[in-house]
C-alpha cells in the first residue's frame, strides 16, 4: 500500500542552526502534503500545506521565514527549520493523500515523525 | 473554528477491560473522523476512519461510532490488553481529501498486566 517516509526519525542540533526534514511519498504523487507540529502533551497542530510547484501555505501564527517548506516534485517535500531554538523542539509529522483509488484514494498516510531537540 | 476535544486526557485500566474514549467535535459539518494511535517515539497509526455518511466502523477489538448531528465519536476498545497502552487521536476532515485534519489532544491509555 502506499507509504509515506519521513526522514531524519530523530534529530539533536544546536541553537542557532538550521534542520531539513524531508517528507517523501514512495509509491503515488502528492501534489499536496501537510506539516503537523506537536508539543508534549499537546495536539498535533497543522503548521503549513506545502503544495507542489508553488509556496506553501502557512497556519496563522506559523513563521513562514522561520519554516522553510520546498515541494520541488510530486514525491517530496521538505521542512527546514532555520536558526533554531529549544522552543522549537517538537515533534514534526508530515502527511499526504493519493488521490488516485488506484492508489489508496482518499486515505491519509502519515510519515513516521521526526523528533527535532534543539540543544 | 472547528474543535476537538479528548475525554478523558488519561486512562489507567487493568488487562482485560472494556473501555470507551471519547472525541466531541464544535462542528458538525465534517467530511469524515479518524482515530489514530500514536506509540511514544513514533508516528502516528491509522485505527479507523468513518465517512460523515456513516455510524460506526469496526476492526477487531476496536468499534468506533459517528454521531454527526451531537458532535460525538466513541473509540470502543474491548478486552484491553498491555500492547493497547498508547495515546489514542481522534481527527476530524473538514473538506474534500486532501485538506487537512484537526486532531484532538489525546487519550493516553494505559493497559496493566
Known amino acids: 500500500g502506499a507509504v509515506v517516509s519521513q526522514h531524519p526519525s530523530w534529530v539533536i542540533c544546536k541553537s542557532g542552526t538550521s534542520v531539513k526534514i524531508e517528507c517523501r511519498s514512495l509509491?503515488?504523487?502528492?501534489?499536496?502534503m501537510f506539516w503537523y507540529r506537536q508539543f508534549p502533551k499537546q495536539s498535533l497542530m497543522l503548521m503549513a500545506t506545502?503544495?507542489?510547484?508553488?509556496?506553501?501555505?502557512?497556519e496563522q501564527g506559523v513563521e513562514k521565514d522561520k519554516f522553510l517548506i520546498n515541494h520541488a516534485s510530486l514525491t517530496l517535500s521538505t521542512l527546514t527549520v532555520t536558526s533554531a531554538h529549544p522552543e522549537d523542539s517538537s515533534f514534526y509529522i508530515c502527511?499526504?493523500?493519493?488521490?488516485?483509488?488506484?492508489?489508496?484514494?482518499?486515505?491519509?498516510?502519515f510519515g513516521e515523525g521526526s523528533w527535532l531537540t534543539v540543544v | 473554528k472547528q474543535e476537538v476535544t479528548q475525554i478523558p486526557a488519561a486512562l489507567s485500566v487493568p488487562e482485560g477491560e472494556n473501555l470507551v474514549l471519547n472525541c466531541s467535535f464544535t462542528?458538525?459539518?465534517?467530511?469524515?473522523l479518524q482515530w489514530f494511535r500514536q506509540d511514544p517515539g513514533k508516528g502516528l497509526t491509522s485505527l479507523l476512519l468513518i465517512q460523515s455518511s456513516q455510524r460506526e466502523q469496526t476492526s477487531g477489538r476496536l468499534n468506533a461510532s459517528l454521531d454527526k448531528s451531537s458532535g460525538r465519536s466513541t473509540l470502543y476498545i474491548a478486552a484491553s490488553q498491555p500492547g493497547d497502552s498508547a495515546t489514542y487521536l481522534c481527527a476530524v476532515i473538514l473538506g474534500q481529501a486532501g485538506t487537512a485534519l484537526i486532531f484532538g489532544k489525546g487519550t493516553t491509555l494505559s493497559v496493566s498486566s
Open positions: 509509491d503515488f504523487q502528492a501534489t499536496t
Open positions: 502527511s499526504a493523500t493519493p488521490g488516485d483509488a488506484r492508489r489508496g484514494g482518499n486515505t491519509i498516510y
Open positions: 506545502s503544495n507542489e510547484g508553488s509556496k506553501a501555505t502557512y
Open positions: 462542528d458538525s459539518a465534517i467530511y469524515n
